[in-house]
DNA sequence: CGCAACATGTAAGCGGTTACATGATTAC
DNA sequence: GTAATCATGTAACCGCTTACATGTTGCG
C-alpha cells in the first residue's frame, strides 16, 4: 500500500484536487501516513495514465488550472485488490527511541529536551484529533472513526508513558524499573 | 538519523559483528527501527572508511572472515553529534490503519482477519518483550529500559484499543462511537 | 507590507528493501 | 534429510523527501 492507493481510497469519499488530498494527509491521515506534493501529484498523473481515475481540467484566473480527480469503475476494482492484503504492515521509525537508547551519553539538559518535544508533540496531535471530532466526524465511514480513535488511544498512551518514566533517564536513579 | 547512527550507537555497547548487530535490530529495536543486512552491511563498510569504527577480521573455516568492528574516539565524537537533535522524529507508517480507513469497502471476513493478525502481531511484540525482561534487563543503560518499556506500553495500549474497538468496524454498528 | 492560502508540478538524490550469491555446521 | 544458525556481501530497484520553480488573491 502505497501514496497512490492511499489516494485512490481518498477518492472514494468524492472528487478532489491533489491539493485537497494533501490537506488529508496533513490531518486525518498524519499521523500515520505522511505524504508530501512531490509524492500525491506523481501519484495521481500515475492513477490517470492507468484509467483509475478521471480528471477535470478546471481552468483558473492568475492560479494553475484545478484539476479534480475522480474515481473510475477501474479504479474501484483495484482499490479492493490492494485491501485483500490480510496482514498490512504497521511500522514506527522511531529516531526519538533511538535517541533515547543512548541517553546515558547525553547531558540531561539535552536529554529534558527531547522529551519536551515529544511531548509538544503529542499535544499537538491531541488537539488535531479533537477539533477533527468537533467538525463533524458522524457523517464519516466507520473504519475513519476506528482510525481517529486509535490514534488517539496510542497519542495519549506515549504521552502518559513518557510523563510517567521520564524520571528513569536522570542518571541519578539507574537502578528503578517502569511504571505501567 | 540512520541505520549508520543506530549501529554506531549500539557498538558503545561493545565490539560485535554486522550478524550480531542484526539479531539487536530483530529484538531489541524491531519495534521502533528495522533493519536488514542490505543496510546493516554497506553500514558497517562505510563507517569503517570513515574511520568511525575499527574492523578486526577473524578468519574462520567454511565461513566468511567474522568481522568484528569497533567503535574509535572519533566515531563517539560523530554519535554524540548525532545525539544533538532536540527533536528526534517519531514515525508511524501504518498500512493497517491505511486499511481500516475504507473498511466499509471490505467483506466483514476481510475486516475481522485484519484485525486478528494486528492483534498476532501485538502479542509476538508482548511476548518478545516478556522475553528479554527475563534475561536479564538491570545491567542495560536505562535508556534502553525506557524504550522497551515505551514498546511495550504502546503496545498494549493498541491491542487494548483494537480489541475494545473492533465491533466499530461491523457495518451493522454504525452509529457507535470509540470506546476510550 | 508581508504572510498565508490557493494551486501544480519537476528533478535530483537518498536511504532502505529485496533478491541474489555462497557455503559449512549443528540440531531435530 | 532438512531446517536453522552462522556469516558476509552486492546490485538493482523503488518510493519517498527535498529543493526548486511560478504566480495570484485576500487578510490583517
Chains 1, 2 share one sequence.
Not at 491533489?18 to 501516513?33: A, I, P, R, V
Not at 490514534?151 to 524499573?177: I, S
Amino acid at each position: 500500500m502505497d501514496v497512490k492507493t492511499v489516494c485512490l481510497g481518498m477518492l472514494t469519499d468524492g472528487e478532489a484536487s491533489g491539493y485537497d488530498l494533501k490537506k488529508h494527509f496533513e490531518s486525518t491521515f498524519g499521523h500515520f501516513f505522511a505524504a508530501g506534493y512531490g509524492s500525491i501529484y506523481p501519484a495521481l498523473s500515475s492513477l490517470a495514465e492507468q484509467g483509475l481515475v478521471s480528471c477535470e481540467h478546471i481552468p483558473q484566473e492568475g492560479k494553475p488550472d484545478r484539476k479534480v480527480y475522480q474515481i473510475t469503475t477501474a479504479g474501484h476494482t483495484y482499490l479492493l485488490k490492494a485491501l485483500e492484503d490480510p496482514a498490512p504492515s504497521h511500522k514506527v521509525r522511531s529516531e526519538f527511541l533511538a535517541t533515547m537508547c543512548f541517553a546515558h551519553l547525553m547531558s540531561s539538559e539535552q536529554v529534558e529536551l527531547v522529551l519536551d518535544s515529544r511531548i509538544e508533540d503529542t499535544e499537538r496531535y491531541l488537539t488535531m484529533f479533537s477539533k477533527i471530532e468537533c467538525d463533524g466526524m458522524q457523517d464519516w465511514p466507520p473504519g475513519m472513526r476506528f482510525v481517529l480513535g486509535f490514534g488517539r488511544a496510542v497519542t495519549e498512551a506515549v504521552k502518559a508513558y513518557v510523563e510517567n518514566n521520564r524520571h528513569l533517564l536522570a542518571e541519578e536513579h539507574k537502578a528503578q524499573t517502569a511504571i505501567r
